[in-house]
């Protein structure tokens, strides 16, 4: 039996017993994790390990709930400046005295004393004009910075969603179409790009669905896994933040992570990627 599949059964396995423990009675708001947010992450192994069913399902169940929605273009930006919003299934807590340091997304995203991380222009010539996602990476000194999302700096209060609404539709437009539902997939998919101030996609494919995915979900930590999931490249960027020709390939030892030595010393059987 491949790992995959014994680590997706397990995985989901212990997901469904955590879940019946749980009671949809004693859910609260976003800072708790609920059956709700349970569901989420089922859906989201469950895509992972390309067990769509489950996917589709667990996914079903959130958006059933009526619990959620898919944040307008007009309120999205401040979705990430304000607590409890209605987009919100799970998010980590953050207020004036939590962090009294630096070491906030902000300050890693920001220019300023850190800024380490920037987009790049491949990424920002997705966003079309009128889709409010554009607006909030703003160009500086030529380089594209993340100023949207987790927006406060002295202090660091913006609660960071682990957890999204957008995400679980996302997940359900996928799944549909890799179930044979193409046409409810391209309603789905579209419920984002028609309140981002995007235009509607046409057609449901994977192509359109990991767009949607890579401008929704950018700086929150999902695009490298969505490369690897679907077995593609991931492409080489260079100092001026554009792809250049060369890029990593699937399969090859570069492609993961290396191995802690911790481990490798261990066990002598742990050969190094």
Do not use: W
Not at 218 to 246: C, N, W
Request: glycine letters at 6%.
């Amino acid at each position: 039996i491949p790992l995959r599949l014994v680590g997706s059964e397990m995985c989901i396995r212990d997901s469904n017993d955590a879940l019946g423990l749980m009671s949809a009675g004693a859910n609260r708001d976003a800072h708790y994790f609920s059956t709700h947010a349970a569901n989420a992450l089922i859906a989201r192994m469950a895509l992972y390990f390309k067990d769509y069913k489950t996917a589709e399902a667990a996914a079903k169940k959130v958006i059933d709930s009526g619990k959620y929605a898919v944040a307008t273009s007009a309120t999205f930006p401040a979705t990430f400046n304000t607590d409890y919003t209605k987009n919100q299934i799970f998010s980590v807590a953050a207020s004036p005295t939590d962090n009294l340091g630096i070491n906030g997304l902000a300050n890693i995203y920001q220019k300023g004393s850190y800024g380490d991380v920037v987009a790049t222009q491949n990424l920002y010539d997705q966003f079309a004009d009128g889709d409010v996602r554009k607006t909030m990476i703003k160009i500086e000194d030529g380089l594209y910075r993340n100023v949207g999302k987790y927006p406060s700096r002295d202090p660091y209060k913006d609660d960071i969603p682990v957890i999204r609404y957008e995400e679980v539709v996302l997940i359900y437009a996928e799944a549909l179409l890799q179930n044979g539902n193409a046409a409810e997939a391209l309603i789905q998919l579209n419920k984002i790009a028609t309140n981002r101030g995007a235009a509607p996609y046409t057609v449901a494919n994977l192509d359109n669905i990991l767009l949607e995915r890579r401008k929704e979900l950018a700086f929150e930590g999902f695009r490298f896994y969505d490369l690897a999931r679907t077995g593609r490249d991931i492409p080489f960027v260079d100092l001026k933040q554009t792809f250049g020709t060369s890029n990593v390939k699937y399969g090859s030892y570069n492609y993961a992570f290396p191995i802690p030595a911790t481990e490798i010393g261990a066990n002598s059987n742990v050969v190094q990627n």
